[in-house]
């Protein structure tokens, strides 16, 4: 049982490590995946 809590851990670990590098990576096209609008082109966004 020990081998299946731990495996589901370092799943979860990797799944988020690969979210976080895909966002440094490529910010826009994580943000459209996860479904959050893009800023505008507005003189105020910051860039």
Do not use: K
Not at 17 to 26: E, L, M, P, Q
Not at 32 to 41: A, H, I, K, Q
């Amino acid at each position: 049982m020990d081998w299946l809590l731990n495996g589901t851990a370092l799943l979860v670990a990797l799944a988020i490590i690969a979210i976080g590098t895909g966002y440094i990576a490529t910010p826009t096209t994580m943000t459209r995946s996860f479904g959050l609008p893009l800023p505008g082109d507005d003189p105020n966004t910051a860039s």
